[in-house]
């Protein structure tokens, strides 16, 4: 176990959109935080503006995105800010919405780390800790297996596989994780979905901020986008994006080369309770506690 000292924001900022799922109109402020206080999500909307830690013991829903919640106060899709937010390197951050879901922006996460360039990085007087994996983590359910082996670095290998879609197949993609890494090569990645899905989606209730702006949609070896693909293999580069955003619910920097076979959010979650299990085995940090004097600007 390592440490560095702790990052927040320099200035509050702003972005302004619309939500994925919920079809909402949506602001959202990134606002400095306090050491110690870790990465909140607060609902400015709601009586008492209620806070909701970013940790994994508040996941509530993996069906499409992720959904973290507190009782009934919940945000769902906190997957590709998340993300962001761990490339940026920050530990302490209150994100306030204005709906129970952050802009979608245009499906990926490359605005939201723009949007923490812009507001600048203040590095804090207090110390967190970054942890190693000491021994071969696994998870595996049907076709979906993570492992996480000892590294001296954070390291992402991921392979998708969509037999029966002709356009995506089998992809894989491996990379070294670093802010700039992320910003060139994960970052831009948009999240996609089958046109067969599409109906299906409609009908739970789901998508209903989603568009060609912000998504990319694919049928037989036709792509749907505003722009064409970004990367030709964009697909597997966006489950690694996710990957990384669902895994910061661990709530500690940690080293380890994680190889990734078609997982999701529900399997993603899943593995990461196992790794914070294994490094609360060596560790007595608390992780998830509520702060309600946290937001300072």
Do not use: W
């Not at 935080?33 to 607060?42: P, W």
């Not at 973290?68 to 899709?77: K, L």
């Not at 593995?271 to 506690?289: A, R, V």
């Amino acid at each position: 176990m390592s440490s560095r000292f702790q990052r927040t924001v320099q200035k509050k900022v702003t972005f302004s959109g619309i939500g994925l799922h919920t079809g909402h109109d949506v602001t959202m402020h990134l606002v400095p935080a306090v050491v110690n206080s870790g990465v909140v999500f607060q609902r400015i909307d709601l009586p008492g503006e209620p806070i909701i830690p970013a940790s994994i013991e508040y996941v509530q829903d993996t069906s499409r995105s992720t959904m973290i919640g507190v009782g009934n106060c919940s945000v769902q899709t906190v997957e590709h800010l998340l993300a962001a937010v761990s490339a940026a390197g920050i530990d302490n951050l209150c994100i306030q919405v204005t709906a129970p879901e952050p802009p979608i922006a245009d499906g990926s996460s490359l605005p939201f780390l723009q949007l923490i360039e812009e507001a600048g990085i203040k590095e804090q007087e207090a110390k967190k800790n970054e942890f190693k994996v000491l021994e071969p983590i696994y998870f595996s359910e049907g076709s979906c297996h993570l492992v996480a082996l000892p590294s001296d670095e954070f390291k992402v290998s991921y392979t998708l596989h969509y037999p029966k879609t002709k356009i995506i197949g089998s992809q894989y993609f491996s990379f070294h994780f670093s802010k700039e890494s992320f910003k060139e090569e994960i970052a831009p990645c948009r999240t996609f979905a089958l046109y067969e899905e599409i109906s299906l989606l409609m009908e739970r209730g789901l998508i209903k901020g989603g568009s060609l702006e912000n998504a990319v949609v694919i049928k037989d070896d036709v792509i749907f986008s505003k722009e064409g693909l970004r990367y030709k293999d964009e697909m597997v580069r966006h489950k690694v994006l996710d990957l990384i955003g669902d895994l910061f619910l661990i709530g500690s920097n940690f080293s380890a080369h994680i190889i990734a076979i078609c997982s999701g959010h529900r399997t993603n979650v899943a593995f990461g309770k196992k790794l914070m299990d294994h490094f609360s085995s060596y560790s007595h940090t608390k992780k998830g506690e509520v702060n309600e004097q946290l937001c300072r600007y």
